[in-house]
C-alpha cells in the first residue's frame, strides 16, 4: 500500500501530468493534488482523503465516493470546489455521505462560471437535504447548459433524465430562491 504523502509526491513530481485517475479502495490520510496541468480527475474511493491544491487548469471532474465512513459523511464540498475555477464538467455520485460539512448551502460560496455540464448520479428526490445539495450545486452553476440527473427511489431502480437547456431560462429562481 502507497502512503498519501507518497502518492502526493509523485504527482507533484510529473509537471506535465493532464488526466488523473484514482481508484483508492482504503481511506488514506489527506492526499494533496498539486498539478498545475491537470485538466481531468476521476476519483473513486473516500472523497475525504483528497484536496485539490494548485490545478488552475482542471476543467473535468468525477468523483464516486465508495464509502460511507463518517470522514466521508463530514467532508465539505465547498472547499474541495473552491480551488475548480476552470471546471467545466462535474460528474458527482450521490450515493453515500453528505456533501457539505453542515446543512446544504443555497449556493456554494462562489460560482463555477464555467461549468457547463453537470451529471448527478444516485439522487434520492424523496430526502430534502439531497435535493438541497443538488440545487446547491445547479444554483453555483450560472452558465450550466447541460443537466443529466440519475433519481435512485425506494425500490433500488435508476431512471435518469437529461435536460439540455439555457440556464438564464431558470435563472431567476435558481440563483435567487427568496
Known amino acids: 500500500m ?7 509526491h509523485l504527482i507533484a513530481h510529473c509537471p506535465l501530468l493532464e488526466k488523473l485517475v484514482l481508484k483508492i479502495a482504503k481511506t488514506l ?27 488552475p487548469l482542471l476543467a473535468k471532474v468525477s468523483l464516486i465516493c465508495e464509502n460511507s465512513s463518517m470522514e466521508a459523511e463530514k467532508f465539505d464540498y465547498a472547499k474541495f470546489f473552491q480551488s475548480c475555477s476552470a471546471l467545466e464538467h462535474l460528474f458527482l455520485n450521490f450515493r453515500y455521505g453528505q456533501f457539505f460539512a453542515d446543512e446544504a448551502p443555497t ?7 464555467r461549468a457547463k455540464h453537470l451529471h448527478l448520479s444516485h439522487v434520492e428526490l424523496k430526502e430534502s437535504y439531497t435535493r438541497s445539495c443538488a ?10 447548459e447541460y443537466l443529466k440527473i440519475e433519481v435512485f427511489n425506494t425500490r ?21 430562491p427568496q
Open 135 to 144: 440545487l446547491c450545486l445547479i444554483r453555483s452553476f450560472p452558465h450550466l
Open 107 to 113: 449556493r456554494l460560496p462562489f460560482y463555477l462560471n
Open 2 to 8: 502507497i502512503s498519501s504523502e507518497l502518492l502526493g
Open 156 to 176: 433500488l431502480v435508476f431512471f435518469s433524465f437529461s435536460l439540455s437547456f439555457l440556464f438564464t431560462v431558470f435563472s431567476s429562481y435558481l440563483l435567487d
Open 29 to 55: 490520510n489527506v492526499t494533496e493534488i498539486n498539478a498545475p496541468m491537470l485538466r481531468s480527475f476521476e476519483f473513486t474511493g473516500s472523497v475525504s482523503s483528497i484536496c485539490l491544491k494548485n490545478v
